[in-house]
């Protein structure tokens, strides 16, 4: 009887050490990510840099479970894989006439319309490219709309016509892709809405992507327009 009583506890014991264990390397292992993409990836210091840390960690490592689920067959839902892609642009190396475009904004969603707004506000500050916001469809050299689309990574999309003897665009529809951005579960604050819908607009002025410090990057959307957009955009219409 005693014996029983004993191995029992033993058991017991030994199960809330193990549980233990895994808590505490869990929550050892997380700290120790948060802490890379502090020293690698967050563009701000301190404790803003630290919160951009937490939340880079923090989709990497839903994203890191939801591959294992799927690896272990635990659910076989293949959309909830992103890999945060901004878009899967191609380079075109072409660009408008002058450094200004007529823009169409077509959408509903208060978020995604608000979020050009600020984006196109961003771009003319710059003073490097100019949209002119227009109410009539037809005049629109840019359409900026939205597409709800969780068959495709990419959380916008940019895609354009050129004329291939002058190599100038002839227009360009920019989509916001509400699957992703308007769904809690990817977790985009609205600033990097804003940044996306900039990213894509960098598209529409000529942009290509860049891997730098820049609104260009091809994922993650954690930058805003930087000097170096300024100075590509300024570099492409400079003739
Ligand atoms: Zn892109």
Same mark, same amino acid.
């Given at each position: 009887?005693?014996?029983?009583?004993?191995?029992?506890?033993?058991?017991?014991?030994?199960?809330?050490?193990? *549980?233990?264990?895994?808590?505490?390397? @869990?929550?050892?292992? @997380?700290?120790?990510?948060?802490?890379?993409?502090? @020293?690698? &990836?967050?563009?701000?210091? !301190?404790?803003?840099?630290?919160?951009?840390?937490?939340? &880079?960690?923090?989709? /990497?490592?839903?994203?890191?479970?939801? #591959?294992?689920?799927?690896?272990?067959? *635990?659910?076989?839902?293949?959309?909830?894989?992103?890999?945060?892609?901004?878009?899967?642009? &191609?380079?075109?190396?072409?660009?408008? =006439?002058?450094?200004?475009?007529?823009?169409?904004?077509?959408?509903?969603?208060?978020?995604? /319309?608000?979020?050009?707004? =600020?984006?196109?506000?961003?771009?003319?500050?710059?003073?490097?490219?100019?949209? #002119?916001?227009?109410?009539?469809?037809?005049?629109?050299?840019?359409?900026?709309?939205?597409? %709800?689309?969780?068959?495709?990574?990419?959380?916008?999309?940019?895609?354009?016509?050129?004329?291939? *003897?002058?190599?100038?665009? &002839?227009?360009?529809?920019?989509?916001?892709?509400?699957?992703?951005?308007? %769904?809690? /579960?990817?977790?985009?604050?609205?600033?990097?809405?804003?940044?996306?819908?900039?990213?894509?607009?960098?598209?529409?002025? !000529?942009?290509?992507?860049?891997?730098? =410090?820049?609104?260009?990057?091809?994922?993650?959307? @954690?930058?805003?327009?930087?000097?170096?957009?300024?100075?590509?955009?300024? =570099?492409?219409?400079?003739?």
């Amino acid at each position: 009887m005693r014996l029983i009583f004993n191995s029992i506890r033993f058991l017991l014991r030994l199960v809330w050490r193990v *549980l233990w264990g895994l808590v505490w390397s @869990f929550a050892l292992s @997380f700290l120790i990510i948060v802490g890379i993409f502090y @020293f690698t &990836t967050s563009t701000e210091s !301190g404790s803003a840099g630290l919160s951009q840390a937490v939340q &880079t960690a923090v989709v /990497r490592v839903g994203q890191f479970l939801d #591959h294992q689920g799927i690896a272990t067959g *635990l659910h076989t839902n293949v959309e909830t894989q992103t890999d945060q892609l901004t878009d899967e642009h &191609t380079t075109t190396g072409a660009r408008w =006439d002058q450094a200004e475009a007529a823009i169409y904004i077509d959408t509903d969603n208060e978020t995604f /319309r608000s979020a050009y707004q =600020d984006a196109i506000g961003s771009w003319n500050q710059t003073g490097a490219f100019t949209f #002119h916001i227009v109410t009539d469809k037809d005049k629109a050299d840019i359409i900026a709309t939205e597409m %709800n689309d969780g068959s495709v990574s990419a959380a916008g999309e940019a895609e354009s016509q050129t004329n291939l *003897l002058t190599n100038r665009f &002839t227009n360009v529809t920019v989509r916001l892709n509400g699957y992703y951005l308007l %769904n809690n /579960r990817y977790g985009y604050s609205y600033e990097r809405i804003v940044n996306t819908a900039e990213h894509e607009l960098g598209h529409a002025i !000529g942009l290509d992507h860049n891997e730098e =410090d820049s609104v260009m990057q091809s994922a993650g959307s @954690f930058y805003s327009i930087q000097p170096a957009d300024i100075q590509a955009v300024k =570099d492409l219409y400079q003739t």
